[in-house]
Nanobody
Framework: QVQLVESGGGLVQPGGSLRLSCAAP????????IAWFRQAPGKEREGVSC????????YYADSVQGRFTISRHNAEKTSYLQMNNLKPEDTAVYYC??????????????????WGQGTQVTVSS
C-alpha cells in the first residue's frame, strides 16, 4: 500500500523557518508529480507548491512565492518544502500529494492519486 508520510511541522515564531518532508518509500516516486497543499481551519484546501516528475519544474501559490522552496530527491523518494519568513497566515495542516497525470492546473486536488495524513504548522508569537 502506497503511503505518503509528512514530517517537520511544528510551532514557529513569525519570521522563522521550517522544512517539511514527504517520504514515499513504496511509490515509484520518479514518475509522480509531487505537490504540497494546506488547509487552515474553516478554509478550503489550497495548493502551495508543486514539482513535476519530468523536468522538475516548480510552481508556487502567489502567497508563498519567494518564501517557500520545493524540491525532490528521487533516490530517497522524498520531497521537501523549505518554508522561510513564515507568517501567521501560513498556519495550517500541510499535506503532500502525488499524482501520475497532473494537468496544467497543478493545484487541482482531483489530479492527485495519493495523499499524506498531514502535519500541523503553527506560526505564532
Amino acid at each position: 500500500q502506497v503511503q505518503l508520510v509528512e514530517s517537520g511541522g511544528g510551532l514557529v515564531q513569525p519570521g522563522g523557518s521550517l522544512r517539511l518532508s514527504c517520504a514515499a518509500p513504496r511509490l515509484t516516486f520518479y514518475y509522480y508529480t509531487i505537490a504540497w497543499f494546506r488547509q487552515a481551519p474553516g478554509k478550503e484546501r489550497e495548493g502551495v507548491s508543486c514539482i513535476s516528475a519530468s523536468d522538475r519544474s516548480t510552481y508556487y501559490a502567489d502567497s508563498v512565492q519567494g518564501r517557500f522552496t520545493i524540491s525532490r530527491h528521487n533516490a530517497e523518494k522524498t520531497s521537501y518544502l523549505q518554508m522561510n519568513n513564515l507568517k501567521p497566515e501560513d498556519t495550517a495542516v500541510y499535506y503532500c500529494a502525488a499524482g501520475l497525470y497532473v494537468g496544467s492546473n497543478w493545484s487541482r486536488n482531483l489530479d492527485y492519486d495519493y495523499w499524506g495524513q498531514g502535519t500541523q504548522v503553527t506560526v505564532s508569537s
